[in-house]
């Protein structure tokens, strides 16, 4: 028998098993940030109502996911597609802002995402130590701050935004280091599109945060 597998802690993917899902899960992560572009550059001129619309069908997509997902991998795949370009158009009116108004946020934000996901990534990918009840924490801290944007759309809290954004990165730092662990434990190479979901949509909101604090201060100055 391979040591390699008599020792390996329960619940952890083989070795193979985790290189071949870490390759295609990253590759669906890619696809969609491509789909995601090209919905961005498509919907630059879009309107409210449109963006709204876009927000639903990006997000019923993800819902046929988590039910498409033990049945065919082909629709789950499709809906990943689906989702991409759609949550592409539904922001495509915020980066076209950013864009006019202040580039220079738009390229401190990706670089500031790349390494936010990188480092949040690998020491969730690397860690030993079971992160999955910091989930539930993550989890609640999210609602949460979706209760604190409620309230900052009524009321007028000092520098409010960039609190906002502070903490959304605390919480999407745990829920990075969650969801790349998820991938190196897991052992159904058919979750791959659904893990790819969750990167991105940590990679997707990571980038808005740091789109908030880099576009705020320059409006600032």
Do not use: C, K
């Not at 098993?17 to 995601?36: D, K």
């Not at 924490?137 to 809290?157: D, H, R, S």
């Amino acid at each position: 028998m391979d040591d390699s597998i008599a020792y390996r802690p329960a619940g952890y993917a083989t070795r193979d098993q985790s290189h071949i899902l870490f390759a295609q899960t990253m590759l669906f992560v890619a696809g969609t940030a491509a789909l995601f572009a090209l919905g961005a550059y498509l919907g630059r001129d879009f309107g409210g109502g449109g963006a709204i619309i876009a927000y639903i069908v990006s997000f019923a997509a993800l819902i046929g996911m988590q039910f498409s997902a033990r049945r065919s991998r082909e629709v789950t795949i499709g809906l990943l597609a689906l989702f991409g370009l759609f949550i592409g158009l539904a922001v495509a009116p915020t980066l076209s802002y950013y864009a006019s108004q202040d580039p220079q946020a738009l390229w401190q934000s990706g670089g500031a995402t790349a390494l936010f996901i990188a480092g949040f990534g690998a020491a969730g990918y690397a860690t030993r130590r079971d992160l999955s009840a910091l989930a539930r924490y993550a989890f609640w801290a999210l609602v949460a701050l979706i209760g604190f944007g409620i309230v900052l759309i009524f009321v007028n809290i000092p520098n409010g935004a960039l609190i906002y954004a502070v903490l959304g990165l605390v919480i999407f730092a745990a829920l990075t280091m969650i969801d790349f662990q998820r991938l190196r434990r897991n052992t159904d190479l058919n979750s791959a599109p659904l893990i790819a979901a969750s990167i991105f949509l940590d990679i997707l909101n990571v980038f808005l945060f740091f789109l908030q604090i880099f576009g705020g201060r320059s409006s600032d100055r």
